[in-house]
């Protein structure tokens, strides 16, 4: 089947990678650990499209990386760049003429130059000061031409220069958070319960000795299935769910003429606005409840929190 014959070619490259990875490659991650400014990355066509993706992985596990296209570079770009720069240009060929264009400059503003080819007689190697030669593999096209098991051979070298120097770093689940906010360890790791809880009008709430029918009324405004009872001085009192509702209609409690008071859940658990969202998830699974009442320090109700508002924020468990 050609597709497995495809898979087949493209395996063998990476197995000849992998066996030819030596001591250049932890010179390379020497000079990416020391580099005092950006790693830049540089490829023309399919190379680039390389390029851009190892810039990208490197920018996500701790390394200040960004690509830089060779002819953009050669009408300004160049200015992206700076002495404290790494730049690691990639050709297949190593005579990528719009590679080789830019040597000059970067020579001239002082970035250490780093080259990946497979031909280590090539301009480029000449004229890098490390070069990491990459085995001559077959493509997997049927004419051995398309840029197919080579890109796939230097895009796993890249992947392998990023998650090291990774690792070198101490880059750990905190910083991946930090640089994925919209992610869902992002999330889990930076979330909190004041970031999406309902507050101020959007935030179920009446005073103590309120009919049961104003807070059936707030709850049905609100939609949170929840109400919080709060005092005078909007110190929490109690809780009304619907579990409380379906109970006082099965007692026929007069729904217009009793007040609050005699349905709420008194001394209902509540949490603490500065409390991880994942925690309060967790918290809420492991109590078998539905929301919390966030209450401050002096037991003033600040907000409402449901599981489904953390479950909408991405976070599960």
Known sequence: MEARKVFDIEINALIKTKEKLDHTFSEV????????????????????????????????LGTSSFYLHPAEAMHGDLGMVT???????IS??????????LIPSLKAIGAKIVAITSNENSTLARESELVQVMPNVQEACNLNLAPTSST???????????????????????????????GSLGKRVLLRVCDIMATGEDMPIVREKALISEAIMEMSRKQ???????????????LLTDGDLRRAIEKRVDMYSDIID???????????KDILAV???????EGSINNYPVVDDDG????????QMIVKAGIVI
Not at 225 to 232: E, K, L, P, T, W
């Open 152 to 182: 796939t051979a230097v895009l796993a070298y890249g992947d392998a220069l990023a998650v090291v120097a990774s690792e070198e770093y101490g880059f750990c689940e905190d910083n991946f958070a930090l640089f994925h906010p919209a």
């Open 279 to 285: 925690q309060a998830l967790h918290n809420l699974r």
């Open 29 to 60: 991650i020497y000079a990416i650990i020391q580099c005092k400014g950006k790693v830049v990355l540089c490829g023309m066509g399919k190379s680039g499209h390389i390029a851009k993706k190892i810039s990208a992985t490197m920018s996500s």
């Open 92 to 101: 297949n060929s190593g005579e990528s003429q719009e590679i080789l264009n």
């Open 224 to 238: 949170l299935g929840v109400v919080a009872i709060v005092d005078q001085n909007d110190k929490l009192s109690g």
């Open 83 to 89: 002495e404290s720069d790494l730049v690691i240009l």
């Open 262 to 272: 005699t349905i709420m859940t008194p001394s209902p658990r509540t949490i603490k």
């Open 300 to 307: 003033r109700v600040v907000g409402v929190l449901t599981w």
